[in-house]
Nanobody
């Protein structure tokens, strides 16, 4: 059974950095695409970033481009999201997701088959 477990969320101030991690287990993830999404109170879940498990291309929402970096560690089976220059509008629950046979830019949440439970990120002004 696939499990995705997020960690690293917390309360930070605007301008600070935070690193989220997603531990993936339960099946081979080769051929998959790993994504990060977020959902703020009263808003729909939105795409943040994605990376193929094989590496190479990365995809970002315009709102986080240049501030966030997604990476994966095959040996540890983890996918991280480094978040710099955080803004209050980045406040949300952040979710890790996994999907197969996705096409670029991998930003459609309906294409992802597995989801973690999320980790809260709160950025104060």
């Amino acid at each position: 059974q696939v499990q995705l477990v997020e960690s690293g969320g917390g309360l930070v101030q605007a301008g600070d950095s935070l690193r989220l991690s997603c531990a993936a287990s339960g099946r081979a993830f080769s051929g998959s695409t790993m994504g990060w999404f977020r959902q703020a109170p009263g808003k729909e879940r939105e795409f943040v970033a994605a990376i193929p498990w094989s590496g190479g291309f990365t995809y970002y929402a315009d709102s986080v481009k240049g501030r966030f970096t997604i990476s994966r560690d095959k040996a540890k089976n983890t996918v991280d999201l480094q978040m710099n220059s955080l803004k209050p509008e980045d406040t949300a629950v952040y979710y890790c997701a996994a999907g197969w046979a996705l096409t670029a830019p991998c930003d459609d949440m309906n294409d992802y088959a597995y989801w973690g439970r999320g980790t809260q990120v709160t950025v104060s002004s």
